[in-house]
């Protein structure tokens, strides 16, 4: 049998397709790389460990205590784990529907899915139906002990499967409260409305997430290569924002600056064209 490159580790997962059983692995696409510090003595720069001190600044080995009503109640740990689902490696497919049904607001994480060894057919058959598609399938599956809704759809060449959060877990309340607000106040003037949206659609309309880098780790692990070759870094202040002043006046000075912006990218790209040669 072929054999075909796979990413090292990811955790196993069966896709319920009807009589067809294609076994897959999934894994985060999105890593945190960012650079983390750790405690440390100040005396001797050494490790430390970490204890934890009752109200009398006594050190204790801490039990789990669950909040109810003023006070706690303590759970024998192992009874804690009896009530966690069953991680059964299945994603029992519920629906198939169209990817904008389902709101970004609550996707909680994203993971790759690649086939388990002898599953790709399987795998490909079911890519080329997503992709054909343009739509998704709905599941369910335990992850981390409880079980999640997990959105499986075909993007960037590849199945992608978006775990969700629950419903009771999204903050309804404030969101209630600022639709209101906005229900509340007038609506925007029409004149101010028109300045607005040739400002927005003055915008390009694609954008390339790669441009986009982590600059606060980069200037983090500059300044500690510097710290540690004893070079100290001066870096300008950042400049204040100007302060809020006509709004309608602020918009136009907006769309002004913006048209002047893309009439200069086009003027120098037309003078960088070669120019054509007369028969």
Known sequence: MASYPTPARGYKLNIGFGLVNVGVKYAPIVRE????????????????????????????????????????????????????????ARLELKAFVEVDTIDPLYIEKTHLIWPDKGSEASYDLLCEVLADTGRALVGTAVLNKSTKTIMLRYGQGCLLAHVCSYD????????????????????????????????????????????????????????ITAHAEGVIISRPEEPEMAPAGDLMEALKASVAAARASTNGKEKKATAKRPRSKVA
Do not use: C
């Open 33 to 88: 790389q960012r650079t983390k510090g750790k405690f440390l003595d100040p005396a001797t720069r050494g490790p430390v460990v970490q204890q934890y001190v009752n109200e009398a600044g006594d050190v204790v080995k801490p039990i789990s205590g669950y909040p109810y009503g003023d006070g706690f109640v303590v759970l024998d740990p192992e009874e804690v784990k009896s009530l966690e689902s069953e991680r059964d």
């Open 168 to 223: 009771a877990n999204v903050a309804w309340s404030d969101h209630k409260l600022v639709v209101m607000g906005r229900a509340e106040r007038p609506e925007p003037d029409p004149a101010m409305l028109d300045v607005a949206r040739q400002l927005v659609t003055s915008l390009p309309d694609e954008f390339d997430l790669s441009s986009i880098e982590d600059e606060y780790d980069a200037r983090l692990r500059e300044t």
